[in-house]
């Protein structure tokens, strides 16, 4: 299946160079061997068998899984597939692979263990359920999501495992993924990214796509900001993995509550250069990316940054700490928790 999805898009491929523009890599290191087109290029020349496996291998091994390629992609092009077939097909070893996989995901292990014993959120039964992605679950941190949804054993989304090519785990993880939100009547998200990642799930149909929601579309209540709150006025960065229409929702709530003011950031798709365990590899991509974000947030002189993902939280923090700034970041959920009361 992979093999042929892979074939299908790059077929559909029409060399337009709309991914090269808008990749954050291409950017900085203006190599277009570290572009999806680049790759695409060399996989057909692999496909009809003028290049092998070790040319294949050189080149794109620093992706940002950021999706610009494929969200700015005129011919629907999912650029997954490509990348997912390259890590799968072309990977030195399983075993190589799984233990790259296994360094990646050592954070999310680190934060399990330093908070196994934080207290837990109390059960509550419910047909909405909340998708606790693994940075969350790791934290063991109790929300107002913990409070009004069910929080059933959800398993990772899938993505670490999909970009990195492991389909055996990434088939478990959306086959246990799906029974589950089948059950549901709605599956509430906090990270773009988790909910994204489920969104491609191709067997996930229609109807079962409109359960998933966004946090912000799931309340109508209205907010003020809190009297022993510092903070004046807001902006907030979109994660690469968030879709338009979540955005607009995010921009209008964030636009009605009262005490605050929201300032649009410009340029607020760019990526944050983080890419989950990506600055761990590429420490100096990640921070120059990460350097030109947190100028761009200057240039709001807003008191408080907000995002929905985790990796982006860290991100910009990564971001302001390196550019002398240190302006607070905060997830959206976090900032609702902490900041905000009803009226």
């Known amino acids: 299946m992979l093999y042929d999805e892979t074939k299908n898009n790059i077929e559909k491929c029409s060399r337009c160079a709309l991914c090269v523009q808008n990749c954050p890599i291409y950017e900085i290191k203006k190599d277009e061997n570290n572009t999806s087109r680049g790759l695409i290029c060399k996989l ?46 072309l990977s030195p070893s399983k075993i190589s692979q799984r233990l790259l996989l296994a360094f990646k995901l050592l954070p999310i292990k680190f934060l399990y263990f330093f908070n196994f014993f934080k207290k837990r959120p109390s059960k509550i039964k419910s047909n909405i359920v909340y998708f606790k992605g693994c940075v969350a679950r790791a934290q063991h941190k109790i929300t107002f999501l913990d409070k009004i949804c069910s929080t059933p054993e959800f398993l990772c989304c899938g993505l670490p495992y999909l970009t990195s090519g492991d389909l055996k785990n990434y088939n478990k993880v959306k086959e246990r993924n799906i029974n589950l939100i089948k059950s549901a009547s709605k599956v509430v998200f906090d990270c773009a990214s988790c909910k994204s990642a489920i969104l491609d799930y191709p067997e996930l149909n229609e109807k079962d796509k409109d359960k ?26 979109k994660p690469c993995h968030m879709t338009k229409s979540d955005f607009r929702e995010i921009e209008k709530f964030l636009n009605n ?17 983080f890419g989950g365990s990506y600055f761990m590899f590429h420490p100096v991509i990640s921070s120059l990316i990460a350097f030109k974000k947190a100028n761009d947030i200057k240039k709001t002189n807003a008191d408080l940054i907000l995002t929905a993902c985790p990796s982006c939280t860290m991100g910009l923090r990564f971001g302001e700490l390196i550019s002398r700034q240190f302006k607070k970041t905060l997830e959206l959920r976090d900032f609702i928790e902490t900041e905000l009361e009803t009226l």
């Open 44 to 89: 057909s020349g692999y496909f009809e068998g003028r290049l092998s496996d070790k040319e294949i291998k050189h080149g794109l091994k620093i992706c940002l899984n950021c999706s610009k390629c494929r969200t700015n992609c005129p011919s629907g092009v999912d650029t997954s597939y490509v990348f997912a077939f390259k890590n799968a097909q």
């Open 212 to 237: 998933l929601i966004f946090f912000s579309e799931l309340t109508d209540k209205k907010y003020k900001l809190k009297n022993n709150s510092k903070y004046k006025t807001i902006t907030f960065h």
């Open 257 to 273: 509550i009262e005490g605050i003011k929201y300032i649009p950031l410009e340029d607020c798709e760019k990526c944050c250069g």
